[in-house]
Structures are given as C-alpha cells and as structure tokens.
C-alpha cells in the first residue's frame, strides 16, 4: 500500500518535529477556565484527557508523567509517530498514556471513555473539511458535561498577507508527489526568491514577506513540510470557528494566552474602547484579531460550565500557588508585550521574584510574608498575573498538597539515558508544573553526568557529545578545538549548577 493510499493529502513521508507544546496541559487550561470565572474539572484526582494529532507524543507522554492520577489517550494516524510514542512511554514505564494508531474516522468507533479534557494543536488547520467535522463529532460524543476543549489554529486575517506564499510550495508538492519534502522546500525557496529578485509586485506590496521567508529558511525542515506541504490547510476568523464549534456543543472560554485578560497591556487603550461597545462576544474576539493581527489563536472552549461567583473566583486564585519558570537572574523588570514593552515596579516585582525564587507561593501566602505584607490584594494578584502573561512564572495545578513525583522520575531516568544514545527529548517531566519544563542539551548532559555518578564531570559532557557525533555550539558557531570546547562547558556547568540546577529540584524535575 502506497502512503497515498491513508495519508489523505498529510506529509507522511518525514515525522513530525520532536517538539513539546505546554499548551496541551489540563493544568493551563484549567487555569484559563478559570481565569474567565468558570469552574474547570478537578485534576487533583483521577480525570481523562484525550490529544487529537497528538504527533510523535512527547507532549501527551511528559504530561502523562507529570500528572500520575489522570488516565491519557493520544491519537495520531501516522504509524512512525505511534511506534515512538509507545517506545517511549514504555522505555519510561509511563503507563497511565495509551498511545492509538487511527484515522479520525477510525477513532469514532473505538471503546472510550468520555474525556475531561480533549486537546487538538495546530491540527485543526491542516486538515479536510470532512477530518474537522469528524473531530466535531468526537467532541460531541466523548467529552464530558463541564469538560474543557483546547483548540489552536492559524488565524485570519493574522495569515492573510502570508498565505499565498504557502501555496507556492503546496503547488510544487503536488506536481511532485514522490519527490522528497526536502527537495520540495528547496524548489520552492528556490522559485520564491527569483520572483521576488524579478521584481513580483506581491513583494512590493508585502514587504515584511522578504523577511519572513528569510526566518523560514532557519526553521526545521520537518515543521516546514507539515506546515506548508501538505494539501489541506486553512486559516480561520474566530467567529468562523465558534460557529462550527457549536455544532459539537461546545462554547467558546477564552483564550489559554493571560496576556489577553489584563487590562492596558492586552490591547491599545483606543481599541479597548472600541471593543466597549460591541455586544457580541464572538465579534469583540474577531476584531481584537484584526487590531493584534494574530495569526494563531489557542483557545479554549467548554460544555456547559458552572459559573463561579465573583468571590469564589477570587477564593480559588488567591490559593493557586505559583512558581518561577526560569532563573531569577533570567526575569528582568522590562517585559516585551505584544502593544511594546512594559518596565516593572521593583518595589513591587523585585520582593515577589525573591520569594517565588525560594519557593512556590499562592496571593494570599504573599501577603502573609514580612517583606510583601504591605502590598494591595489587587496589587498582588495583578503582578502575578503579569509574571505568569510574561512567562517568568506558571499556575500550579494544587495547593499545596503532595504530589507523587515518582513517575516523572522515572521519565526523566529514561530520558537521559535515550540522551547518552543520541535520543534526546525536548522536555522533561515536572509533577510540580502538572506538564514537562523545556530543558537544553547542554543543562540534559550535565543532568547526565549526575545520573552516571560524575556531576559537574565536563569531561563526560565533551565525551559524550564526540562520540553522537555531536558539535559543541557557541553562538550556532561549532567549537574548534578540544581546550576551547572544554572551557566553554566549564563555562556552561558553572552557569547550570548556580542557576537551574537549583530551579529543576524545586521543580521535581530533578535531585
């Protein structure tokens, strides 16, 4: 059987990128139920969630991992992508994930059971008509009453000006079927650049699009052949969706991105006006696209909800404790938003930062402590807000109580020992985060130097790394000497054990 034959259109021919998307987590999408005043499904005990494309895994896999007490199905019709995932959730004794090799048609007669929580990345966009109303029909039947919906797409008119150069290599990828995807990408860079060197009028009239090819050409090649070669792909208007979504009895909540719910940060002041005094919600999200020019939303929608009183929400998040996401030293006050950049009042960020440095802490423990006690309630919860919208920090999906961090151990043992034979995965499990933390080679090496009994060993990194095959970068630049590399890792150890190290223990990720 020729991959023709199954593959409705979809690149088969190379896997898909070994990526990690956080977006997939029941615990953000709670948080963004929430966030909108509704109760989300409880993830403190048992409770299911389903990835539609869930690709090679890994994100359905470390969530798995870092989420013990829920059961976790994936999907994904490509049979290279499932061998991988099955390895690795076998490899880690990851065992509350069930990987399944089905078409979405083929998945709506299997025995599930219906779902929390069911997710889809990017998915939607890639694929026929006839594939999204099967994945209308799957949430329709299997997702539970209250149960939450995460759902990304490319978005209009954020894509507009883009979009006719995705039909270049679409184009040649259709009159060359059996030609490598490779192959394909390199015509097409090819054929894009003689027309905008020949003068193409749509250069002149996009010139932002010179750019971005430029930026492309820097992008794995496996994300490029499923984002631009295969033959069924479209871009969305939020009501578009909305509508079609109804369908399947689902409303939409809001979006995962806190950045869009606070006030003078998510949008300009004049639109935010504009926006007063349109009544339907639908709308308001379609023309904030038009003022942010968004080309992807994620977005979160639900079936049926219990709407939370004022001060039940406020209940709930004052006791969600958070945590860093990356080193102190790594969360300067000035924050890039999508409206520019925002400067952070050190009086009341820089005291908040330390604590959250030591430990993970919830609104009201932050008032509680000497050095922060002084702050306004909202002051607090606002600046956690801007933290968590700048990525410095992340919502925990308890309050407080233990986690059982043995799984995610056993998740993170398994992935390092795949690293030593040139295996390396993305991220790692955290149970404390409920989903895995992205962590570097180089920080993944020195964490399996420890595993091996030799922590802070650069020697094995080196070795390591020589015998994959692997070159050592400074600034994408491959070292040229052995001295010159083994300074540099010296460099790099020093860095790891005086500012992640300690975060990844804090974290369960590690230690």
Same mark, same amino acid.
């Given at each position: 059987m020729s991959s023709a034959d199954w593959s409705e259109g979809y690149v088969v021919s190379v896997d898909y990128t070994k990526g990690f998307y956080r977006e997939l987590a029941p615990s953000l999408i709670s948080f963004a139920a929430l966030l909108k005043g509704k109760r989300p499904p409880r993830i403190d005990r048992e409770f299911t969630c389903c990835e539609l494309g869930c690709g090679l895994g890994i994100s359905a896999a470390v969530n798995a991992a870092s989420l013990p007490q829920g059961r976790f199905y994936a999907n994904d019709f490509n049979p290279n992508h499932i061998l991988f995932a099955r390895e690795l959730a076998e490899e880690s004794g990851t065992d509350n994930v069930l990987?399944?090799?089905?078409?979405?048609?083929?998945? =709506?007669?299997?025995?599930?059971?219906?779902?929390?929580?069911? %997710?889809?990345? /990017?998915?939607?966009?890639w694929i026929s008509d006839k594939n999204r109303e099967l994945i209308?029909?799957?949430?329709?039947?299997?997702?539970?009453?209250? /149960?939450?919906?995460?759902?990304?797409?490319?978005?209009?008119?954020?894509?507009?000006?883009?979009?006719?150069?995705?039909?270049?290599?679409? &184009?040649?990828?259709?009159?060359?079927p059996a030609a490598p995807a490779a192959d394909n990408l390199k015509k097409g860079f090819a054929l894009i650049d003689l027309m905008e060197q020949t003068g193409a009028a749509f250069f002149r009239a996009n010139p932002a699009m010179k750019s971005r090819v430029e930026r492309m050409k820097s992008m794995p090649a496996n994300y490029l052949a499923h984002e631009y070669l295969t033959e069924d792909w479209a871009q969305f208007y939020h009501s578009d969706v909305a509508a079609q979504m109804a369908g399947a009895k689902v409303g939409f909540v809001g979006s995962l991105q806190v950045v869009d719910l606070i006030e003078g940060v998510a949008l300009p002041k004049a639109a935010a006006t504009l926006l007063q005094t349109v009544t339907d919600p639908d709308q308001a999200e379609t023309i904030k696209d038009y003022v942010l020019?968004?080309?992807?939303?994620?977005?979160?929608?639900?079936?049926?909800?219990? &709407?939370?009183?004022?001060?039940?929400?406020? &209940?709930?998040? %004052?006791?969600?404790?958070?945590?860093?996401?990356?080193p102190r030293t790594e969360c300067p006050l000035t924050v890039r938003f999508p409206l520019g950049e925002v400067n952070l009042d050190e009086k009341i960020y820089g005291p908040l930062l330390n604590l959250l440095e030591a430990a993970p802490v919830s609104a009201r423990e932050v008032k509680s402590r000497a050095e922060t006690a002084e702050l306004a309630d909202a002051a607090v919860m606002e600046a956690l807000m801007i933290? %968590?919208?700048? /990525?410095?920090? =992340?919502?925990?999906?308890?309050?407080? =109580?233990?986690?059982?961090?043995?799984?995610?151990?056993?998740?993170?043992?398994?992935?390092?020992?795949?690293?030593?034979?040139?295996?390396?995965?993305?991220?790692?499990?955290?149970?404390?985060?409920?989903?895995?933390?992205?962590?570097?080679?180089?920080? =993944?090496l020195f964490l399996a130097a420890e595993?091996?009994?030799? /922590?802070?060993?650069?020697?094995?990194?080196?070795? %390591?790394?020589?015998?994959?095959?692997?070159n050592i970068l400074k600034d994408g630049k491959a070292m040229e000497s052995e001295g010159e590399a083994m300074e540099y890792l010296e460099r790099l150890a020093r860095e790891f054990t005086e500012k992640r190290a300690g975060l990844l223990r804090m974290l369960g990720v590690w230690g």
């Open positions: 990987f399944l090799e089905k078409s979405f048609e083929e998945l =709506q007669r299997c025995d599930l059971p219906e779902f929390d929580f069911i %997710t889809l990345h /990017g998915v939607y966009s209308r029909t799957f949430i329709r039947d299997r997702l539970k009453p209250g /149960g939450l919906v995460y759902l990304s797409y490319n978005a209009l008119p954020g894509w507009a000006a883009a979009a006719p150069l995705r039909k270049i290599f679409s &184009e040649i990828a259709r009159q060359n020019n968004r080309q992807f939303r994620t977005d979160v929608y639900a079936r049926g909800t219990r &709407e939370l009183s004022p001060p039940e929400r406020e &209940e709930i998040l %004052t006791r969600t404790r958070f945590a860093l996401l990356r933290l %968590t919208a700048a /990525g410095y920090i =992340q919502p925990l999906p308890g309050t407080g =109580q233990e986690v059982n961090t043995a799984p995610a151990r056993r998740f993170n043992d398994a992935a390092l020992r795949r690293l030593k034979q040139g295996r390396e995965l993305p991220a790692l499990a955290s149970p404390v985060l409920g989903h895995g933390l992205p962590v570097g080679l180089p920080d =993944q595993q091996e009994g030799r /922590g802070g060993d650069v020697r094995f990194v080196y070795e %390591t790394m020589s015998r994959l095959g692997r």
